[in-house]
């Protein structure tokens, strides 16, 4: 939801990637300028969001309606580095593994200033424990374990969402996961996100 300031960079660092993908945007109810540059992108799959339930809500709801084998969100404020991210789906798709991640670089938007975050080695054990060994942007995962762990609990987990459902995840995987070292996303840091305006929710459903 309004995310006009940033969501075209991310559109157009999706675009070009050298593998078939399904790019659904889920609206929920922009009064900004993002619906108009959604139009301009004949191959978005552009949905509105049914239940006024948070981002987590949304997510899910795209989820559900992805037909790929693979499949991972990404925040409108954030974007792609396509060299990595095409090594992410080469690694799942060579290899069969549950999911894969990789690393990613912190954008701060107020001193224009970029921060490595290099993924973390034994990531299924991480994740297990409720530890990101990398940037939530930089993962890929198969749609039919998303679908037996029941998605995301977006009724319990406003703010950690993601936190709950990695964790899930992980815990329900068989297979091994995959690691690239290098970066895959990028992480825009601006204090206006989720986690940054509602930080003691976020620990607090983090500790649940």
């Given at each position: ?20 993908f ?7 109810g922009?009064?900004d ?10 191959h978005l799959k ?15 709801q795209?989820?559900?309606?992805a037909?790929?084998k693979?499949v991972t969100?990404?925040?409108a404020?954030d974007w ?18 549950d ?8 954008y701060?938007?107020?001193n ?9 080695p ?8 409720g530890v ?9 995962y ?5 679908d037996k762990?029941?998605g995301?609990n ?7 969402g ?7 995840y ?6 091994p996961?995959?690691?690239?070292r290098e ?11 989720l986690g940054?305006?509602s930080?003691q ?6 500790e649940?």
């Amino acid at each position: 939801k309004d995310g006009g300031r940033f969501i075209e960079k991310l559109i157009a660092s999706i675009v070009g990637l050298k593998f078939p993908f399904e790019h659904i945007v889920v609206e929920g109810g922009s009064t900004d300028n993002t619906r108009e540059i959604l139009e301009r992108y004949s191959h978005l799959k552009v949905i509105e969001q049914e239940k006024s339930a948070g981002m987590y809500a949304a997510i899910d709801q795209g989820f559900a309606l992805a037909k790929g084998k693979y499949v991972t969100w990404i925040n409108a404020d954030d974007w792609v580095l396509p060299r990595g991210y095409e090594r992410l789906y080469a690694l799942i798709a060579e290899n069969e593994y549950d999911l894969v991640y990789g690393g990613g670089r912190y954008y701060y938007l107020d001193n224009q200033n970029y921060v490595d975050f290099k993924s973390k080695p034994c990531g299924k054990f991480l994740f297990r424990n409720g530890v990101f060994p990398c940037l939530q942007p930089s993962t890929m995962y198969r749609k039919d374990l998303v679908d037996k762990v029941g998605g995301l609990n977006f009724e319990e987990f406003k703010i950690a969402g993601d936190v709950d459902f990695f964790t899930r995840y992980a815990q329900a995987a068989s297979k091994p996961f995959g690691r690239v070292r290098e970066p895959c996303v990028v992480f825009l840091k601006y204090g206006e996100s989720l986690g940054d305006r509602s930080h003691q929710l976020y620990l607090s459903e983090k500790e649940n």
